[in-house]
């Protein structure tokens, strides 16, 4: 992408894409270093023979998940925050303008899950959605995305940091078309242990977030710490 490596690391900043994960993923188990294992040998096995333990289709080649494939990974229950667009000033340093129109989805302590950001650097042609999914997932199938029941794009991992692992996308002036018009925007892996994960981002409030203005900088921090604030327990 053209977009300079150290604006896009802002995008997890501002918007605070993902926190800690750890106790989030207690509920989809998956090892602590995801990278994927071969698949099985290409020759019978001299030694001995695994019997009824076939490998994990995610470790696999070919994109994650495929369609109408069963048994989903179950994960928490999300609550999601508003599309929120924020242009923050130029540093001394950089004086490139950036503007991060996007939202996410938090567990009920008030971590977030998973996030979708636009990316819009001035000056720049091309636009770039950069999602940023749970740690534990299996790196090698890599990410994808749908538009409600569009065609499905696929991009591979970029970087993992404590915040979680992130993917990203040429935002294209057809994607942002059916990102304003669709009802929710799917993020998509395969965690550790071989199962799809699947988590849909509403888009209800997108178009409106990413034509409008800016929120001014301290709007968006104050929601920005309502949102880290725990869900009281309805049980």
């Not at 000033?89 to 950001?117: I, Y």
């Not at 078309?177 to 509403?202: C, E, F, R």
Request: with cysteine.
């Amino acid at each position: 992408m053209l977009i300079d490596r150290a604006l896009l690391a802002k995008s997890t900043i501002i918007l605070a894409l993902v926190g800690a994960l750890s106790q989030a993923l207690a509920q989809q188990p998956a090892p602590q270093q995801p990278a994927p294992k071969a698949p099985a040998a290409p020759k019978a096995a001299p030694s001995p023979p695994q019997k009824g333990s076939p490998a994990p289709a995610a470790q696999q080649k070919g994109a994650p998940p495929p369609a109408g494939q069963p048994a989903q990974a179950q994960g928490p229950q999300l609550a999601f925050s508003p599309w929120a667009k924020v242009c923050p000033k130029p540093s001394e340093t950089n004086s490139q303008k950036v503007c991060f129109t996007g939202k996410d989805g938090r567990v009920d302590t008030g971590l977030p899950l998973v996030a979708a950001v636009v990316i819009e650097a001035e000056g720049q042609p091309k636009k770039m959605l950069r999602i940023t999914m749970p740690l534990g997932m299996a790196l090698q199938p890599g990410t994808r995305v749908i538009v409600d029941d569009g065609q499905p794009i696929s991009a591979p991992y970029v970087t993992c940091i404590p915040n979680g692992c992130m993917a990203d996308y040429e935002a294209s002036q057809e994607l942002i078309d059916h990102m304003k018009k669709g009802k929710g925007l799917a993020l998509q892996a395969i965690n550790g242990n071989g199962q799809p994960v699947s988590i849909t981002l509403p888009l209800a409030e997108f178009a409106k977030a990413h034509d409008g203005a800016p929120m001014d900088q301290k709007d968006f921090e104050d929601l920005q710490r309502k949102l880290q604030q725990p869900r009281p327990n309805v049980n």
